[in-house]
């Protein structure tokens, strides 16, 4: 027993020493060079890339406006983020310019094909740079729902449509609608949080880039998720209703109902799920069966009165 437990201590060790003394396989500018698959390319700069092909084009507007293109060196006052970062070097690419429809092209068979890497290589030109400890909100990216539906960066991003590298907030839930098309279809029910009125969004709830509850949710829970706009729904009440407001959704749809208040269903059904009917033996009607149970159980998130989640 011992013996083995020696033996397997050996091969650590030499193991953590062995990689401790290794180096880096590639360089990342022969990494790019190989994925790009050509050895023999060099880097040639922005300015060439933009003089050969790109000066007129809306592209090279919306980029020299773009935070990416801000970041300079302070030592060598030279661009950090330029279009070889991303797209591999060029100067292969601007031996062989075309002249397609009018409009210069370069041979950009010869760069990093961007639209046909896989989703989780296409994250990594971005993840080079935004790693947790420059974008802390990707913390939980990988291993997230879209990271393993394979869901780039870039599906979301579209760095060359504006100088806004972000997704804005106008702009966001139509991006989301993009492939969400069944959540579309609920912000369009009478009663829905106003999404498409452009008064709150899919990020007021969601983290995009994963997190480490279900369903890509900003909190630890849907209550956090809720009570961060209806506080009042989050205060602790002396009486309860159970502990069923734990999770709001056990009543309510976050995005939008055919029901009132955002309900799963209407009223008594919702209650009757959980409840029986009651007949209130002192009334005058005592055989009917109420429906609306709200009218008196109108405290239905909680009490401040002991019993039966009446005013
Ligand atoms: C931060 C990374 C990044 C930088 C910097 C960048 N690009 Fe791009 N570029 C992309 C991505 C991602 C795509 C889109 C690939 C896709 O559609 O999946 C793209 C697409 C393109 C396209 C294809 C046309 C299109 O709009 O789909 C051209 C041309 C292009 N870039 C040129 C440039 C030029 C020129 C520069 C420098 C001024 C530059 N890019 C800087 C990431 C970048
Ligand atoms: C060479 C490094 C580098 C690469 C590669 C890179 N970025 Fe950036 N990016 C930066 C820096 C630096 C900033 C500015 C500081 C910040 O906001 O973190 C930035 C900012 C951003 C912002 C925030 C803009 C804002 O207004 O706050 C977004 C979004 C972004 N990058 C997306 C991407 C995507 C998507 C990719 C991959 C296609 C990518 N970046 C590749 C360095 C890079
Ligand atoms: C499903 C869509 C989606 C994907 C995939 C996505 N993002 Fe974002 N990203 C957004 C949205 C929406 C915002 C704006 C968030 C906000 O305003 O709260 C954003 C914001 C950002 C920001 C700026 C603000 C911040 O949170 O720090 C950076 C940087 C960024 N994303 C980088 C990335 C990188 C890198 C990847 C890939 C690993 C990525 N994003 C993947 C939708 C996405
Ligand atoms: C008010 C908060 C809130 C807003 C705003 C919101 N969501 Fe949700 N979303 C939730 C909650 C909570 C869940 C989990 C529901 C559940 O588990 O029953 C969810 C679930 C989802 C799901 C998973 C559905 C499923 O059946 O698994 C998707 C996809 C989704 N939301 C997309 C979106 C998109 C896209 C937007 C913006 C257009 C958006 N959400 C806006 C709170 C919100
Ligand atoms: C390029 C397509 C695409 C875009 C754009 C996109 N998603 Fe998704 N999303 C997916 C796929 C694929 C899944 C996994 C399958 C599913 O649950 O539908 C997913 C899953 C989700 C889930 C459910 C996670 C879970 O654990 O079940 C939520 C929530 C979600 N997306 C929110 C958003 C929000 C918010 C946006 C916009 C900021 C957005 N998505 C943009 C493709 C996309
Ligand atoms: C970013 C803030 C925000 C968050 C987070 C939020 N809400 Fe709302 N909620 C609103 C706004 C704004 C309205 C609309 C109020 C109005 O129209 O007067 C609303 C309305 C409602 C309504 C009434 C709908 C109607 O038809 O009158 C219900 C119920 C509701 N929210 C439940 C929830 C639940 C459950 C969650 C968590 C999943 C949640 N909210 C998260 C902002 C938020
Ligand atoms: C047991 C079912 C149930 C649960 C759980 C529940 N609600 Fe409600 N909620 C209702 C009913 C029923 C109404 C309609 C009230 C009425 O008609 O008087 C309502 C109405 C609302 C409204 C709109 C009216 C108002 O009072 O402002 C908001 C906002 C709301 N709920 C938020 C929440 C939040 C946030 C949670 C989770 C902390 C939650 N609800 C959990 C049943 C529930
Ligand atoms: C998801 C299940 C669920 C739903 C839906 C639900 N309840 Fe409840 N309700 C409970 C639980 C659990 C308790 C706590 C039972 C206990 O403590 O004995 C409770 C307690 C109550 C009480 C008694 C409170 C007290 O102080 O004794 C009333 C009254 C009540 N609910 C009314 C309603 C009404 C009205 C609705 C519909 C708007 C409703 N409930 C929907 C699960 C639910
Ligand atoms: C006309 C007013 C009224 C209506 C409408 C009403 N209730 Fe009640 N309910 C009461 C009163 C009063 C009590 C007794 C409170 C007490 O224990 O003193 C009560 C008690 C309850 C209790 C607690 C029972 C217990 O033994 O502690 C539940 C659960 C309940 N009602 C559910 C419902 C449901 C579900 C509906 C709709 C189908 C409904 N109520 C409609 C007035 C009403």
Do not use: W
Request: positive net charge; aromatic residues 6%; glycine residues 6%.
């Amino acid at each position: 027993m011992f013996k083995y437990l020696f033996l397997l201590l050996l091969i650590i060790i030499t193991g953590c020493t062995y990689l401790g003394s290794s180096k880096p396989i590639l360089k990342q500018s022969d990494l790019e060079k190989m994925i790009a698959g050509r050895f023999d390319a060099e880097y040639v700069g922005t300015d060439t890339c933009l003089f050969k092909c790109h000066e007129h084009d809306k592209l090279n507007e919306h980029f020299k406006k773009s935070i990416h293109a801000e970041q300079i060196s302070k030592e060598t006052a030279l661009p950090l983020v330029n279009c070889e970062t991303c797209h591999g070097p060029g100067s292969l690419a601007i031996e062989n310019i075309k002249e397609v429809n009018g409009k210069k092209q370069c041979d950009y068979e010869t760069l990093i094909n961007l639209k046909k890497l896989p989703a989780g290589a296409k994250n990594l030109t971005c993840l080079k740079c935004h790693t947790i400890s420059s974008t802390p909100n990707t913390v939980f990216y990988r291993g997230s729902a879209h990271d393993i539906n394979d869901v780039a960066c870039s599906d979301c991003h579209k760095l060359h449509q504006s100088p806004l590298q972000k997704v804005g907030f106008f702009e966001q839930a139509d991006m989301c609608f993009h492939c969400h098309k069944k959540i579309k279809l609920q912000f369009t029910a009478i009663s829905h949080h106003p999404v498409n009125e452009k008064k709150m969004t899919c990020t007021d709830c969601h983290n995009p880039h994963g997190s480490n509850s279900e369903k890509l949710l900003k909190k630890d829970s849907i209550k956090e998720v809720c009570v961060r706009c209806h506080l009042e729904k989050g205060a602790p009440n002396p009486f309860s209703h159970g502990d069923v407001t734990d999770d709001c959704t056990n009543c309510h749809n976050p995005h939008g109902s055919v029901n009132d208040n955002l309900l799963k269903f209407r009223e008594p059904t919702l209650c009757l799920k959980c409840h029986k009917g009651h007949h209130l033996t002192s009334s005058a009607d005592s055989k009917k069966l109420y429906n609306r149970c709200t009218d008196c159980h109108s405290t239905i998130h909680g009490s401040t009165t002991p019993k039966g989640l009446l005013r």
